[in-house]
């Protein structure tokens, strides 16, 4: 055997018969083995492993190392944490292990030969020099290398399962490592192990820390203090910061870094900052210290703006020209645009770049159609893309960044609208596909829910956006910003930079809702206890924190009974954890709208069982199947491991176009959803919303949070809990402030219009008496 073997740890020594599921992009292989020993007191002579593996090959035996694992319905499994090939010490043995399937090119009389010249450790010696396979007389020169690869391909990867199974590394990690480093990971493991802060995604500082004690690396490791920045960027982008002030950043870093010795002083940390960027690993500027990828992207984003407003549109519609097109869609549309919303038509139509905001139904999604149809009537084109033969030559591209967000707009516009990533072709590991050299085509690119887009997915879109393009981005400036770094919306719109219309009126309240005048009143800071009373869109159901999940059931009851589904009713809340948190709505509202019964098939994950006819939330991207985070499904069947051909237990849940098969492996990527969170529903629109506000959420509550939650609701919107923490929250600015620099990078940009305000003689409002106003033609 090659290497060394771990100590008092269960094992099981056996081969792969065959290979239950494997997941090629991950390396995650569940296979049944036979058992030939075992240290343990399983007495069977099968058994399923499951685990990361680089390759099992049937006929091999293997030695596996990890714990028991119990399946709800298929019993005891053996979850592998490291595993070795069990090479052979018989001159047989060897000759079979050498002429096997894992190496091509090597039958057994070529391997007898290398056995016959290297003896019993010859994969040893082989490992160690690989020299000694000249003295084998015959062999080709080109398959002694194919040999040489495959043995430290296979036997590289287990050696780094089993050095990082000594720091607690678990498979998965060790698969990311061996990929990026293949044969070199031990020695930068053991000499570098801060190399892995700075290439590894998932791999933090702290373990990188405890690796070089336990090698006894000393604590002025030249890459020490560089992982150190690494992480605490890392970190803070995960609370939304692009960047991060020096000195911010020095402290943090301090901070970290002493926690294990306090030999380092601030000054060396500030030192070790300049060697880092004459390196160009992290970019010092203005006072300012970003990741590169941060950087770029801010600076991507700026750049490409700059270069799609360096031209104007060429074509400028006379108004009277526009105003006759206006007046006929508004015929057809059955309204009249008001002001605001001519002049965002106008001016969307006549810039390389604008953007379109406002909060609810102010228009925006009327504003669209209206400018949609208004090109296409200048263009005098179809705007149906069935009209088009060469789908190539459709003009309009309509894009947002969620599934839901996409759906939404391809519904309100009746034309294709996909999420951003799927327009970009992003596919995962290989990320996206469209970029500067392979632009997107159309003409006319609508972004929708822009206020979502973080600063990466920003630049990724930009750069795919061909010079020709005319770009729409449109979005509530109020609501949360992304989930990832940035605030490209708001920065964009603070910088004056690129040409953008607020719609103010609103037209939805006219209609008589409640919500939305309680949206305007928190956005304009003067909601008050009296806004609060209910009216027939609304109410404020005022209880006890302990009594809102109690509340919440009472109200999901009466409205069952009134024969709406859960499929309209959407809860959302704040935070997970807590008396009333997400997790606790969720179990309580799964016991009154699908609770257990002898019919209805489930499955237990961790703490979670989902049964058939739950409703469900994807937590991430899995473009390969197309569904994306924030996409809501139900369970509609639970396969076990007998009933199909794959041989596993399957969980199918319907989203609203397409069914999506998971494995026990892939339910963590799913989560009940009769309550989600805030966040999470961002792009998403509900007939019902039920909104928890209670005290004990009082660390998260802030306007932009319940701002976001309350225009969810697009018919009714029930609050349960306490008017206080309600009125408190909206007060509540979001005081993290994100530190980005977009805004300075904006600077840069040349030829920007400054400001929006069409030219006086094209205004279509302030009209002298007894002249022909341009309204005149809309009516
Ligand atoms: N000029 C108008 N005249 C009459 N009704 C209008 C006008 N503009 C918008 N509306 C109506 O107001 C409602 C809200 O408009 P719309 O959906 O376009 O707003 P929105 O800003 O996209 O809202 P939200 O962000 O909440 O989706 C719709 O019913 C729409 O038909």
């Not at 010249?117 to 490992?127: N, S, V």
């Not at 970019?283 to 992207?297: D, F, K, T």
């Not at 829910?449 to 795919?464: G, H, P, R, T, Y």
């Not at 998971?662 to 509900?686: P, T, W």
């Amino acid at each position: 055997m090659v290497g060394e073997e771990p100590v008092e740890q269960l094992y099981f020594k056996g081969e792969p018969l065959f290979t239950i599921f494997h997941n090629e992009t991950e390396q995650f292989s569940i296979t049944k083995i036979r058992v030939l020993d075992t240290n343990t007191d399983y007495d069977e002579k099968e058994i399923v492993i499951k685990g990361y593996f680089a390759r099992l090959q049937e006929g091999i035996s293997y030695m596996f190392y990890g714990e028991f694992v119990s399946h709800l319905k298929y019993g005891k499994q053996f979850s592998v944490h490291s595993y070795q090939t069990f090479i052979p010490n018989t001159k047989d043995g060897l000759i079979a292990y050498l002429s096997s399937d894992l190496f091509y090119g090597i039958g057994k009389k070529t391997a007898t030969k290398i056995v016959d010249e290297l003896g019993e450790q010859a994969i040893t010696k082989i490992m160690n020099s690989p020299a000694v396979l000249e003295n084998v007389p015959g062999l080709k020169k080109e398959t002694a290398q194919k040999l040489v690869e495959s043995l430290q391909e296979n036997q590289g990867f287990e050696q780094i399962v089993i050095h990082l199974a000594k720091y607690q590394i678990g498979m998965k990690l060790a698969q990311k490592i061996y990929q990026k480093y293949k044969n070199e990971a031990i020695s930068i493991i053991k000499e570098d192990p801060y190399q892995l802060v700075y290439d590894i995604e998932g791999f933090g500082f702290i373990t990188a820390d405890q690796i070089a004690r336990q090698n006894g690396l000393p604590y002025n490791h030249p890459n020490r203090i560089g992982a150190g920045y690494i992480y605490v960027l890392q970190q803070s982008a995960l609370d939304g910061h692009v960047f991060l002030p020096i000195e911010t950043g020095v402290k943090q870093v301090y901070h970290l870094l002493s926690q294990a010795s306090l030999s380092l002083t601030e000054q060396e940390i500030l030192d070790g900052l300049d060697k880092l960027n004459t390196g160009k690993i992290i970019i010092v500027q203005e006072g300012r210290m970003y990741l590169p990828s941060l950087y770029y992207a801010e600076d991507g984003v700026a750049s490409n703006l700059n270069r799609l407003t360096e031209k104007s549109v060429e074509e400028k519609t006379p108004l009277a020209e526009l105003m006759k097109i206006i007046g006929e869609i508004e015929e057809a549309e059955i309204l009249s645009y008001g002001k605001e919303q001519f002049e965002a038509i106008n001016q969307a139509l006549h810039s390389k770049v604008m953007i379109l905001t406002g909060g609810p139904g102010t228009g925006k999604t009327t504003v669209i159609k209206g400018i949609l149809k208004a090109y296409a009537a200048i263009h005098d084109i179809p705007i149906d893309p069935s009209d088009y033969e060469d789908k190539s030559e459709y003009p309009f591209i309509l894009t947002a960044p969620t599934g839901r967000a996409s759906k939404r707009l391809k519904e309100s516009t009746g034309l294709p609208a996909v999420t951003i990533h799927r327009l970009l072709g992003w596919d995962g590991d290989n990320g996206f596909d469209k970029n500067k050299d392979n632009p997107l085509s159309g003409k006319f690119l609508i972004v929708d829910e822009f206020s979502m887009v973080d600063i990466w997915l920003a630049n990724w879109l930009f750069q795919a956006i061909p010079d020709d393009m005319q770009v729409l981005l449109v979005g509530d400036e109020d609501q949360l910003p992304s989930v990832g770094p940035g605030q490209v919306l708001s920065d964009l719109l603070e910088s004056e930079k690129v040409p953008y219309i607020t719609l103010t009126e609103v037209y939805r309240q006219k209609e008589g809702s409640k919500i939305i005048q309680l949206a305007h009143l928190i956005k304009n800071d003067t909601c008050t206890d009296d806004d609060l009373s209910n009216d027939k869109d609304f109410s404020f159901l005022s209880c006890h924190e302990k009594q809102v999940v109690d509340v919440i059931t009472v109200v999901i009851q009466r409205a069952l009974e009134k024969g709406i589904t859960m499929t309209d009713i959407q809860i959302l809340a704040p935070m997970y954890r807590s008396e009333a948190g997400i997790s606790a709505i969720n179990k309580k509202v799964q016991q009154l709208v699908n609770p257990k019964t002898n019919q209805k098939r489930e499955v237990k994950a961790n703490d979670v069982v989902f049964r058939v006819g739950d409703k469900v939330i994807q937590l991430v991207n899995q473009p390969e199947d197309g569904v994306y985070n924030g996409d809501i499904g139900e369970v509609v069947a639970i396969f076990t491991e007998e009933e199909n051909v794959d041989n596993t237990e399957q969980l199918v849940v319907s989203f609203d176009e397409r069914e999506v098969v998971y494995e026990r492996k892939d339910y963590i990527n799913l989560m009940h959803a009769f309550c989600v969170s805030i966040h999470k529903s961002q792009g998403s629109e509900f007939p019902i919303v039920i909104m928890p506000i209670v005290g004990g959420y009082r660390r998260m509550l802030r306007k932009n949070l319940i701002y976001t939650a309350l225009t969810r609701a697009k018919q009714s919107l029930i609050i349960c809990g306490d008017k206080q923490a309600f009125l408190q929250g909206v007060k509540t600015l979001d005081t993290n402030k994100r530190y980005t620099s977009l805004k300075e990078q904006l600077f840069l940009l040349q030829s920007v219009s400054q400001s929006l305000k069409l030219e006086d003689d094209e205004l279509p409002v302030e009209e002298e008496e007894n002249e022909i106003s341009p309204y005149d033609f809309m009516e």
